[in-house]
């Protein structure tokens, strides 16, 4: 997929979230908690953003969003497509997602008949507590679209500041 993903991929899970803890501290986005699940994020400023939720079972869920290319679902407001690209995904980590509040890093798409909402997201992958993969639905969407799905969820440039196959210390205090 990308080296990123790669890097990603052999990159034991304590280091991803300590990662995802020093890069949300950074982007000055405070940490929070969601059932249980801790959250960090990251977000440029200008539309582009990641957020990581890593449970107390030593699962994860990582949602990447580049306001820019055609996995911005959110301009089109397709609440359903946007659920689609989640298949594939345990529905426990979904729930993380589903009907919460909106923040910066995570704005909602609702579906107009049920009220329900779920943060949109170009990207969608998750950790089964042994290996990282790409949400199902995410992946098929792409292929029906001929996207690149590293390209178009923003996943390299989201990605950039946690350095992933590089070092990463966290700032002098």
């Known amino acids: 997929m ?11 899970l304590v280091e991803v979230r300590r990662r ?3 890069v949300g501290e950074t982007a000055d986005v405070a940490p929070m908690t ?9 977000n440029d400023r200008g539309g582009q953003s990641a957020v990581w939720y890593f449970t107390p079972e030593g699962r ?8 820019e290319t055609d996995l911005n679902l959110y301009a089109e407001g397709d609440y359903a497509l946007q659920e689609s690209l989640y298949r594939g995904v345990p ?3 979904v729930r993380l997602v589903r009907n919460r509040p909106e923040n910066y890093e995570s704005l909602n798409l609702a579906d107009e008949a049920t009220g329900s909402t779920i943060h949109y997201a170009g ?5 089964d507590g042994e290996r990282w993969h790409a949400a199902e639905g995410f ?13 178009e969820s923003g ?14 210390t966290a700032p002098a205090e």
């Open 155 to 168: 996943f390299e440039y989201c990605l950039e500041a946690y350095r992933f196959g590089r070092d990463l």
């Open 139 to 151: 992946l098929e969407h792409c292929e029906r679209e001929g996207l690149d799905p590293m390209v």
């Open 60 to 67: 994860a869920l990582l949602l990447t969003f580049d306001h």
């Open 34 to 42: 969601v059932d249980g699940a801790q959250r960090f994020g990251w």
């Open 91 to 93: 529905e426990d980590l």
């Open 123 to 127: 990207g969608v992958f998750w950790f």
């Open 2 to 12: 990308s080296e990123t993903w790669e890097a990603l991929r052999t990159t034991p």
């Open 20 to 22: 995802a803890a020093i």
